[in-house]
């Protein structure tokens, strides 16, 4: 399995330890807002804990970590452009898979353009990226992110939409990678397990590990869930482990 989505740096080693024992053979921690993202230095030094240090952790614990690095849309610097221009340098380091997770929370045109900048990096670069969803607002947020890879015509291979829930999936009428993020506060794993049965997309599941509540276990225990209700044994394998593999090229 691999859990395509977490915040490794706010996690116990104890955490990333259980995960390699349940058969997580790779996590990928993504960039978030653990401080205040006051000035982009402190953005920038989020990046570099994540690829030298969350890395050496996961090995530690018998588990690969790869990296994805880009601005939050819940806390970004003012300056935001500084990250912008400082991104391309970290896609060379042979962690870094993706961009992200990026996105739109509270829709302000400020987020707008950032996610677009960040998409353009991700089309000229030819690199993966995740795009946030709200708890709030999602039908709305959802809508103007499609609109938004419309205009920036970026290939759908290069798209995770995460935080996807059953009130949003029909939505997603472009043939990108859909995150199904399995936590207290998102989705049960029944709910995504019932998603990926009833649906032909190309899902991606994940934990989101962070600083608030969630499942180590999010991942085995959704397995066993689309075990129990019938789910096709390819849309299992596709929805832990394969998507996601192809997805960040592991």
Not at 64 to 73: C, D
Not at 132 to 161: C, R, Y
Not at 204 to 214: Q, T
Request: with cysteine; glycine share 4%.
């Amino acid at each position: 399995m691999i859990d395509a989505h977490t915040h490794l740096d706010v996690r116990s080693f104890e955490d990333l330890e259980k995960m390699a024992l349940c058969g997580i053979e790779t996590i990928i921690t993504c960039a978030h807002d653990p401080y205040k993202m006051s000035v982009p230095e402190v953005c920038l030094d989020h990046w570099d804990r994540l690829i030298n240090l969350e890395t050496k952790r996961g090995k530690m614990a018998g588990v690969n970590v790869k990296v994805a690095v880009g601005a939050h849309p819940m806390g970004y610097p003012k300056n935001w452009d500084v990250l912008i221009k400082k991104l391309p340098e970290y896609f060379e380091n042979e962690n870094v898979v993706a961009i992200g997770e990026t996105g739109l929370h509270y829709l302000t045109d400020d987020e707008k353009n950032l996610l677009k900048e960040q998409l353009y990096l991700a089309k000229d670069y030819n690199m993966p990226i995740i795009i946030h969803t709200p708890e709030k607002n999602k039908k709305e947020a959802s809508l103007e992110i499609l609109k938004i890879l419309d205009e920036v015509k970026i290939k759908d291979d290069l798209v995770m939409i995460d935080h996807i829930n059953k009130d949003t999936v029909d939505l997603i009428n472009r043939d990108v990678y859909i995150g199904l993020t399995v936590q207290p506060m998102k989705i049960s794993p029944m709910e995504a397990s019932e998603i990926i049965k009833n649906y032909n997309k190309r899902f991606i599941l994940s934990s989101d590990l962070g600083s608030l509540k969630a499942d180590i276990y999010a991942l085995p225990r959704t397995k066993l869930c689309m075990k129990k209700i019938g789910v096709e044994n390819d849309k299992i394998i596709n929805s832990t482990y394969k998507n996601a593999k192809e997805f960040y090229r592991l």
